[in-house]
């Protein structure tokens, strides 16, 4: 036996030896663990919203809102099945309420976010105070808060629910609890915490009621479209992004929520985007309009064309290139602020 073969077979019985205690060896697998850059196990995915819009009305038919709790269908990642994930740190569903429906009050240690795809006139009521839905709103639901939602409108109403479920699942963190009452009791009328926080002004003397989370938790879409469109005239057209804004924490200038970031974008009629990535992965909602996404990953390539109320998701240093020859807004999320907070994001705008 030459010399290269023994120490082979040394290595080999030495990792048998210690396997039964629950030791192994790191320089068998130090290439992944410290890759030379990322390496996502999510892939890109696109749901059409006239594909799953079908499937949310047999749900209202096969089961109650009281029976599910949330009535929701996930948008799990191709590559996740079975973690209801969108992508390694987000999770992702659409939400139905019947008319007449009360989805009971609960709480729990994740933090959500609530944007309205179909419908109006249902509601989110939070510590006490309702607010009621629009299509394109923004309405979070901060952690440990209880929460309900009922709907008094004719038809139904249909939003993206996005959560930090698989990060709060990957810490350990996860605490929930069930509400005494099936509906909160209304203590402020609607719109106070927006009066409150969401005109440039804040009370005199205050706390943040929510903590780390905005204390506005109804974002409206008229005001966000409004901004956009004035944008979009005025200013110049960013060329990777068009005109795109993200939602702030009115007390701190920071995030809404400590795990995900929120943005809203328009791209003018004729846009043909530049390529980027990012370590954020993302998960897009479209507001209105029409366009594309074309995704790169080492030899693999993606391009969805999506209509209204589609939803996509872009994982994690994936680049890619947005386009809409008749102009589009998207709604998208991501976990941002935790990059940002561990000094770990890192983004490149490509030529």
């Known amino acids: 036996m030459n010399a290269p073969d023994a120490a082979v077979q040394a290595r080999q019985q030495l990792y048998r030896d210690m396997d039964p205690h629950n030791l192994t060896p790191l320089w068998e697998v130090l290439h992944a663990l410290v890759p030379p850059q990322p390496r996502s196990p999510c892939v890109p995915a696109h749901w ?3 594909e799953v819009r079908p499937f949310l009305m047999r749900a ?11 009535r929701v269908l996930i948008l799990e990642n191709p590559a996740l099945r079975g973690q209801s994930a969108a992508t390694q740190s987000l999770y992702a569903g659409l939400q139905l309420i019947l008319p007449g429906e009360v989805a009971p009050s609960h709480r729990h240690v994740q933090s959500a976010l609530r944007f309205i795809v179909e419908g109006s006139g249902a509601y989110t009521a939070v510590d006490g105070e309702r607010t009621t839905m629009h299509p394109g709103d923004f309405i979070i639901t901060p952690s440990w808060t209880f929460h309900d939602h009922g709907n008094e409108a004719d038809g139904p109403v249909v939003w993206l629910d996005g959560l930090d479920i698989p990060m709060v699942r990957f ?3 996860g ?10 009791q209304v203590t402020r009328a609607e719109g106070s915490s927006l009066a409150r926080y969401g005109h440039n002004m804040v009370p005199v003397r205050h706390d943040a ?3 780390a989370t905005s204390p506005i938790f109804s974002y409206p879409y008229e005001r966000s479209r ?13 060329a990777w992004d068009g005109v795109k804004l993200r939602y702030v924490n009115p007390l701190t200038g920071g995030y809404p929520m400590p795990t995900m970031a929120t943005f809203m974008q328009k791209l003018p009629a ?9 370590t954020d992965g993302a998960v897009y909602s479209v507001v209105e309009g029409s366009g594309s996404v074309e995704v790169e990953a080492g030899e693999q390539r993606w391009r ?14 994936h680049t890619a290139r947005l386009s809409s020859p008749g102009g589009c807004v998207l709604f998208s999320f991501s976990d941002r602020p935790v990059h940002q907070a561990l000094a770990i994001h890192r983004e490149e705008r490509l030529s």
């Open 48 to 50: 059409k919203y006239d």
């Open 60 to 70: 209202g038919q096969a089961i109650t809102a009281d029976e599910a709790v949330r």
């Open 171 to 173: 810490l350990d963190a």
């Open 175 to 184: 605490f929930a609890e069930n509400d005494t009452a099936r509906s909160q």
């Open 209 to 211: 009621p929510f903590g």
């Open 226 to 238: 409004q901004a956009l469109e004035q944008l979009e005239r005025d200013a110049p057209i960013d």
């Open 270 to 278: 004729g846009f043909a985007g530049k390529c980027w990535r990012q």
């Open 304 to 317: 969805f064309d999506f209509g209204p109320r589609d939803h996509f998701v872009i994982p994690s240093w």
